[in-house]
């Protein structure tokens, strides 16, 4: 079995099922990934095992495979080991964690917002607007054209990346779409699709993309991302400013819609 390495984790995993689970055991959900297009020798340095790990990994997986365990490359990570997540990568964290609570509010607009209405048409435009000014220009001028920009983008978990957020464009459109032909069940639809896509994407980042990273960067590239970013937050000052209105508005609108004070999703607080 030549060139093992070099084979997607999720082809190995769909011939080799018990390779799912022994990643599984050392935490890499590569099976419960949608777009496990990695390659099998960068799972250990994308994931970030130490090498007594990986060790065991390739031991493992060469023992169902039925090669011997030096024909199972693997990939271990070189670079620099921070104890806490660099300036910029909790930059791109925090702002995560903003882009967030509009994808926590979907469900509850999906169930609750009829684009029949003037109000509600608004209210999703709203979101639109929200999406693509905070996450598009925001977010992605310091993620994907300045971070991204560094590394090489025919590496897959690159590539898996920007395929993601071209499917959160397009179900963006079709969220605008159904809101122009008032069609209330695709709004729904395209609601609920959009939420589950930034919701695996986000953790695809903040749990695997963004540490690989970290450990890539030199003190010198964290130094000079972190004064790009600062510079794209001045120019862009208004668009966090407006996006955190909208954010708040809406927050409110559905809680005072729900009767019992909370948007769907949370739990209702008791005296």
């Known amino acids: ?8 984790v999720v082809e190995v995993i769909e011939n080799h099922p018990r390779v799912g689970e022994i990643l599984r055991d050392h935490d890499i959900a590569c099976v419960d990934c949608t777009e496990a297009s990695c390659m099998l020798k960068d ?3 994308i994931h970030n095992l130490e090498p007594e790990q990986a060790e065991e990994l390739a031991r493992q997986v060469a023992a169902v495979l039925g090669v011997d365990p030096d024909e199972v490359e693997m990939e271990v990570s070189s670079g620099p080991t921070r104890s806490e997540p660099s300036p910029v990568i909790r930059i791109l964290n925090d702002e995560h964690l903003t882009i967030r609570r509009l994808v926590g509010l979907t469900p509850a607009m999906a169930e609750q917002v009829d684009p029949a209405t003037v109000s509600d048409r608004d209210l999703l435009h709203g979101a639109v ?19 991204f920009s560094l590394f090489d983008q025919n ?4 590539q898996v990346m920007r395929l993601d957020h071209e499917m959160a464009r397009g179900e963006v459109r079709a969220i605008e779409e159904a809101t122009e032909s008032q069609d209330r069940a695709a709004v729904a639809e395209h609601l609920s699709a959009y939420h589950d896509l930034l919701e695996e994407h986000i953790s695809k980042e903040d749990d695997v993309l963004y540490p690989w990273i970290d450990r890539q960067l030199t003190d010198h590239q964290v130094g000079t991302l972190f004064a790009r970013f600062r510079q794209i937050e001045n120019e862009m000052a208004e668009i966090r400013r407006r996006s955190e209105e909208f954010l708040q508005k809406v927050e409110q609108a559905l809680a005072v819609r729900d009767g019992a004070g909370r948007v769907s999703g949370q739990t209702p607080k008791t005296n």
């Open 1 to 8: 079995m030549p060139d093992i390495g070099h084979r997607p």
């Open 155 to 158: 590496l897959e978990i690159f």
């Open 43 to 45: 799972v250990v340095s």
């Open 129 to 147: 607007e929200f999406i693509r000014a905070y996450a598009d220009r925001y977010h992605h001028a310091k993620e994907e054209e300045e971070l």
